[in-house]
């Protein structure tokens, strides 16, 4: 046995988690690459290890691991897509994600989950718990708008240069314009790490011309039984609900590519088309304008949101 120290990492890479523990402190940045294509069949050359820096860049090939001075369990946000990928992306996408969406079994709503003691109670213990770092106050007489991140406002699976070449097309138009009327929150089912790392990515934190409130990630969230899905976790508006009674199901909404989230809140879900294939779609990807069209009209022209059908969005006339 050596006494080199042991380095383990896990590596962050559409939308799971791989533990690349065969390292030392003595091993190289080219064979953590390796290491990590072994896992992923990402090659090195494809990997952008997003928070991997050194001396404020890509730390080089032969920078040895020990000069990192990583953390035991770091982890690694990755891009990369492997080749197999690469020429998928000229095919019709498979829409998995999608399929296993609510969206072909019965709507969810008549299951009444969000009136069920057992979940309410899950909510509470949140409400009660669950810490808010509040990053900019609730303004006077605004409504509340909560956005999932991967696919609604950014696509977390298609590699890029930089993270802007993911972002949705007028992310920030878009937050500018609701700005106005909505208190803005911002809900993933990661952790608060990569919620920080993405936003700050897509340059949400330094813009000057809105505010997000704070973040949400995925220990706020609840899991449900459903018969038919199994256990499943969702994003409960109770929560802020909770925590800030000035929010309620009559001025709130929520946007997210994935219709199960909106399980304890059905009538306050708005599910949005889903932001993949980057760099195919977005030169033509203006859901984002619509939506801030629709925010603008019901935030102006309705007093009560439950009366709203969001599912039917698109044909709202004011
Ligand atoms: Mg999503």
Known sequence: MSNLKE????????????????????????????EICKKTNVQPNRQKLLNLKYKGKFPPDDLRLSVLEIKPNFKVMMMGSIEAD?????????????????????????????????????????????????????????????????????????????????????????????????????WSATGMRWIDEKMRLLGVTTNDNYKIMFYLDSSAMISIYTSDHGVIDVKPLGVIWGKYPQYSAKNSIMFDDIRRNFLMNPKAGLRIRPFRQAHLNRATDKELLKLAVYLKDIAEHCEDFTKLDHRKWELYKP
């Open 86 to 186: 690469i020429e998928e992306v000229s095919k019709v996408p498979e829409e998995e994600d999608v399929i296993d969406d609510f969206e072909v079994t019965q709507p969810f709503e008549e299951q009444s989950y969000d009136k069920q003691d057992v979940y309410l109670s899950k909510v509470n213990k949140r409400i009660r718990d669950y810490k808010i770092e509040m990053k900019n106050e609730p303004r006077e007489g605004k409504k509340l708008l909560v956005l999932d991140i991967d696919y609604t406002l950014f696509d977390h699976r298609s590699s890029a240069e930089q993270g802007s070449e993911l972002m949705r097309p007028f992310l920030h138009e878009f937050l500018t314009s609701a700005y106005q009327h909505y208190d803005i929150v911002i």
């Open 7 to 34: 380095i383990k990492i896990i590596v962050k890479w559409s939308g799971k988690e791989y533990e690349i523990s065969d390292l030392s402190e003595q091993d190289t940045v080219a064979l953590l690459k390796h």
